[in-house]
């Protein structure tokens, strides 16, 4: 049958979207499931649209551009200045371009998934070490001679 969803080639428009709508959830500390339901939807719903597996209606894009405090024209690709504010921030932090080029590199999606769980761990334990002033725990590495 023609038009049904198993006929529906993923469409790189909609994958294109569907990233969008996931770096700004980010961006936000939004879970999948918390802007699942501001927008009336199961999380996996939203997850199907991060992945473009379906395509977002245009009133549906429209509530969700509101819940992440954005454009529409933002999440189609028309109006990327925002995002390419952050990411540049992002990317000037020393070492942040190495490790993604280092990244871009691994193919295997388990090791991808290992290395971003030591990272988050890593940041994790970083933010334990530092005060609520700011201020070191104990001496970096660097700093040790």
Do not use: W
Request: proline share 1%; net charge positive; with cysteine.
């Amino acid at each position: 049958m023609v038009g049904t969803t198993s006929d529906r080639r993923v469409d790189a428009i909609d994958i294109a979207v569907g990233a969008r709508v996931r770096v700004r959830r980010r961006l936000l500390n939004l879970s999948q499931s918390a802007l699942a339901e501001a927008l009336g939807i199961s999380f996996q719903q939203v997850q199907k649209y991060e992945r473009g597996a379906n395509r977002v209606s245009a009133s549906m894009l429209v509530k969700i551009a509101q819940r992440l405090g954005c454009s529409v024209a933002s999440l189609v690709g028309e109006d990327v200045g925002a995002v390419h504010d952050v990411l540049s921030t992002q990317l000037a932090v020393s070492g942040a371009v190495e490790i993604l080029e280092a990244f871009e590199k691994i193919k295997s999606p388990s090791v991808r998934r290992r290395l971003l769980k030591l990272v988050a761990s890593l940041a994790e334990a970083d933010e334990q070490d530092t005060d609520a002033d700011g201020v070191r725990a104990g001496k970096d590495l660097d700093q040790r001679a």
